[in-house]
């Protein structure tokens, strides 16, 4: 009865440790404290003796464990998923071309998405994906090579911090701008440089490609926020019928049955062309310039709207 009591309570202590590895809390105090009763002293060689005996037990089932700055971590799974060969051929491009994409956070995503499909890989499966890996012809260069170097130059600035002035083409006119530089964006054919502007004091994205140059100025930008907030009234149906987009809020309908929206860090250029959609429903109430810029766009519309029928 002794040895079957001994013996559930080593498997319960594995079980226990399993459960720290798959929730990625197996940090160093955390394990000790699990075979804390087997420690007859606490001399570094006995804990070592009884950590080794432990891990040892996993591996018999196959299961591989690493110790990384003080914290054990699951390498394999006790369960492994079956890959056909074309699952991992797919697995090897996607790996492949991450090394040229050039979105930093996508690539960590895309990075934590393999390394969660090769821990539930067996290990002849893992060998066949390293060896493609390895072995692999595949160019993924062309992705935005025609502006690779423009890219690189604006994540370097967007790091080091200092106040840029930009030349570029907007709409075929040559434009100035002089802004902080935050990020550099993409969608799925351009990239852009998202910057905020200190003159009309807005965020903008120019298209990479429409850079003529870019001078960095010998002055650090504030740490400041450069989220700007734009508030703006919805009436009628659509003020009951509107979803909040990302980045905003509202309190609800107002005693005249009015939506009353707060939007931060949405480009302007993007929100004013979206805002213009609602045309007589909506009015922008702050910040001023960009009211004023709204209404400018829509007396030049309706002015060229006037001249088509004119004809």
């Known amino acids: 009865m002794k040895d079957n009591k001994k013996l559930n309570e080593g498997c319960l202590k594995i079980f226990q440790l399993l459960e720290l590895l798959y929730e990625d809390k197996a940090d160093y105090n955390r394990v000790i404290a699990i075979f804390k009763d087997e420690l007859a002293d606490q001399t ?7 950590l080794n005996k432990n891990m040892n037990a996993l591996k018999v089932f196959g299961i591989k464990v690493v110790k990384i700055n003080n914290k054990y971590k699951l390498q394999s799974s006790l369960y492994s998923m079956p890959f056909t060969l074309n699952d991992l051929k797919a697995i090897s491009i996607l790996a492949n071309c991450i090394k040229d994409f050039p979105d930093e956070e996508i690539d960590k995503n895309i990075l934590s998405f393999i390394n969660n499909i090769q821990f539930r890989m067996s290990n002849s499966d893992r060998n066949i994906l390293n060896n493609l890996s390895q072995n692999s012809n595949y160019d993924f260069s062309f992705f935005y090579s025609n502006i690779k170097e423009q890219v690189e130059q604006c994540r370097k600035i967007c790091k080091e ?3 840029i002035n930009v030349y570029y083409l907007n709409k075929g006119k040559e434009t100035f701008c002089k802004c902080t530089p935050q990020d550099v964006l993409y969608d799925t054919k351009n990239a852009y440089l998202k910057v905020y502007d200190t003159i009309s004091r807005q965020n903008i994205e120019i298209p990479i490609n429409n850079i003529l140059s870019i ?3 010998p002055q650090i930008a504030k740490k400041v926020e450069m989220t700007t907030t734009v508030v703006y009234k919805l009436k009628n ?3 009951k019928t509107y979803h909040l987009k990302e980045g ?3 309190e609800g309908l107002n005693a005249n049955g009015e939506l009353i929206v707060i939007n931060k860090g949405e480009p302007f250029d993007k929100l004013i062309q979206r805002l213009m959609r ?3 429903n909506c009015e922008i109430l702050s910040p ?3 009211r004023e810029e709204m209404i400018k ?3 030049e519309t309706l002015s060229q709207y006037e001249e088509k029928n004119n004809k």
């Not at 570094?44 to 009884?50: D, G, K, L, Y």
């Open 44 to 50: 570094t060689n006995n804990i070592q003796v009884i």
């Open 161 to 163: 911090g200092f106040i």
């Open 215 to 217: 001078a960095k100025l």
């Open 237 to 239: 149906r659509l003020a």
């Open 248 to 250: 905003e809020t509202s």
């Open 278 to 280: 609602y045309t007589f």
């Open 288 to 290: 001023k310039n960009l």
């Open 297 to 299: 766009l829509i007396n």
